[in-house]
């Protein structure tokens, strides 16, 4: 169970910080909900208390984790496939995992692809999506704003 002012992650969506606790009546069904405000885009989403755990919430990561995601950029690149739907795949699933080193290694492989030979259309609209669920994680963690964190992202990547 979390409170109000817990800064947590929705994965797919990217992090935010509790502001409300609302009863609401969807569909005829009254439930909990728990209303997150994103840092980035100024966004609130609603959270089914009762779908919590299935759905993979959890707190965001602290400061250590946060730099060690940061140096994570640093490191040399495994080789994906050269098969675009299975890279697809297999990103999407490191997405939807939750897993904020998951998803910063996709956003890496994606801008190191996308400099080398170029990405197409869905997987520049997946990079975006990425990074954005990355960027709100490392802005709530470290405590910056949006733009230094992309900066520092972009700085850090090698190839």
Not at 23 to 50: A, F, H, Q, T
Not at 141 to 156: F, G, Q, S
């Amino acid at each position: 169970m979390f409170n109000i002012g817990d800064k947590i992650v929705y994965p797919m969506h990217g992090a935010g910080i509790i502001e409300s606790i609302e009863e609401r009546e969807i569909l005829g069904e009254r439930k909990s909900y728990y209303v997150m405000k994103m840092p980035i885009g100024d966004m609130k989403v609603m959270i089914p208390i009762n779908n919590v755990e299935g759905i993979g919430i959890r707190d965001v990561i602290g400061l250590q984790e946060a730099d060690k995601v940061f140096n994570s950029f640093s490191q040399k690149c495994t080789e994906q496939t050269t098969n675009w739907n299975k890279r697809y795949r297999e990103n999407m699933t490191k997405i939807k995992s939750g897993n904020v080193f998951e998803v910063a290694d996709v956003v890496k492989s994606l801008i190191l692809r996308e400099k080398s030979k170029g990405l197409s259309t869905g997987e520049r609209k997946m990079l975006n999506s990425a990074k954005q669920i990355l960027i709100s994680e490392l802005v709530l963690a470290k405590n910056m704003n949006p733009v230094d964190v992309e900066d520092l992202i972009n700085t850090r990547i090698t190839t």
